[in-house]
């Protein structure tokens, strides 16, 4: 699966930042989107150590963007919230790497490989700015 919903909240979370342009704190964000606080919580974390985040600790403590919009590509989020580059088919990149040893008999690694590509390039080209100006 492409998406879950580390990535829809932390899309979700980030377009609320973006949009207001003050530090959000994790309670805010939970109860705006109904979600849960410890889970968005995680999710917040990891963004903040991705260097997509500022996180400020204390009682006004939240989240900022620490980086422009136009510069946050939904690829580069969705990669930091689920913690591996977004794969919409489980299947080697190369014909070396197949884990079955059979890719060059492989009727459907081709499409698979090039539909990867074009879902990465894709990704890649829209930036979080765009769906906020939406």
């Known amino acids: 699966m492409l998406l879950t919903k580390a990535s829809e909240y932390a899309l ?56 422009d ?11 930091c919230a689920e913690k591996k580059p977004t794969i919409v088919f489980e299947c080697a990149s190369s014909v070396s790497d197949c884990p079955n040893n059979r890719a060059e008999y492989c009727k459907i690694w081709p499409f698979f490989n090039r539909f990867q590509g074009k879902v990465d390039d894709f990704l890649g080209t829209i930036t979080l700015f765009d769906i906020v100006k939406e």
Do not use: M, P, Y
């Not at 377009?15 to 999710?43: C, E, H, M, P, W």
């Open 69 to 79: 919009a136009k510069e946050l590509t939904i690829k580069e989020i969705v990669a």
């Open 12 to 67: 979700l979370s980030l377009i609320i930042i973006a949009q207001r342009n003050v530090s959000q704190d994790v309670d805010t964000l939970s109860a705006q989107l109904g979600i849960s606080k410890s889970f968005l919580a995680k999710v917040l974390q990891c963004l903040a150590k991705a260097g997509i985040l500022h996180s400020f600790k204390g009682a006004k403590g939240g989240f900022i963007l620490a980086k």
